[in-house]
């Protein structure tokens, strides 16, 4: 082949690639013109009166054993809620509804995970059970971001990137 024939089809598997991001997964680009316009149009909220009820009322260290779904070691990372760098949105609010800042005072463990619903109890190793109710950005599918209070910002930056073994309990 030709360098030219190559630079061509680089060129347009490039710009393929471009449009399907585009068309399929909106979300990160619409992020970025958050100040241009209103973007509840595209990415509808939970409204309050929506929010489950049952989720400020929890044990903080459950006594019931609960079965393990599905296993695997994947990529774990902490995160501060209520900073409003690191959360879309109002910081305070999980996808749920739920005002996960009360929760995380509360004493409740709270973490964001894109591959299973919301409620859902995840086992994770070294750190404990905590729910899902938030969710990542959709680029990271499989990984668990652990929830950590707007003043622990040196613990979350000290946690890093870790592989750690997930539980999904039932």
Same mark, same amino acid.
């Given at each position: 082949?030709?360098?030219?024939?190559?630079?061509?089809?680089?060129?347009?598997?490039?710009?393929?690639?471009?449009?399907?991001?585009?068309?399929?997964?909106?979300?990160?680009?619409?992020?970025?013109?958050?100040?241009?316009?209103?973007?509840?149009?595209?990415?509808?909220?939970?409204?309050?009166?929506?929010?489950?009820?049952?989720?400020?009322?929890?044990?903080?260290?459950?006594?019931?054993?609960?079965?393990?779904?599905?296993?695997?070691?994947?990529?774990?990372?902490?995160?501060?809620?209520?900073?409003?760098?690191?959360?879309?949105?109002?910081?305070?609010?999980?996808?749920?509804?739920?005002?996960?800042?009360?929760?995380?005072? @509360?004493?409740?463990?709270?973490?964001?995970?894109?591959?299973?619903?919301?409620?859902?109890?995840?086992?994770?190793?070294?750190?404990?059970?905590?729910?899902?109710?938030?969710?990542?950005?959709?680029?990271?599918?499989?990984?668990?971001?652990?929830?950590?209070?707007?003043?622990?910002?040196?613990?979350?930056?000290?946690?890093?990137?870790?592989?750690?073994?997930?539980?999904?309990? @039932?």
């Amino acid at each position: 082949m030709k360098s030219a024939d190559i630079k061509k089809i680089i060129v347009s598997w490039t710009m393929t690639t471009f449009v399907f991001n585009f068309l399929f997964f909106p979300a990160p680009i619409l992020a970025q013109g958050e100040a241009k316009g209103n973007l509840d149009v595209f990415l509808p909220r939970i409204q309050k009166e929506e929010a489950p009820k049952f989720l400020n009322k929890l044990p903080k260290s459950p006594n019931k054993q609960y079965e393990v779904v599905y296993s695997r070691t994947m990529p774990v990372t902490a995160y501060n809620t209520g900073d409003v760098n690191q959360c879309w949105g109002d910081p305070c609010i999980s996808a749920n509804g739920e005002n996960i800042c009360m929760a995380l005072e @509360k004493g409740y463990k709270r973490c964001a995970a894109n591959f299973v619903p919301l409620g859902t109890r995840l086992n994770v190793e070294g750190f404990g059970q905590c729910m899902v109710t938030d969710r990542m950005n959709s680029r990271y599918h499989y990984r668990v971001d652990i929830a950590m209070k707007k003043d622990e910002y040196k613990e979350a930056r000290a946690f890093g990137l870790k592989r750690l073994k997930i539980e999904v309990l @039932k």
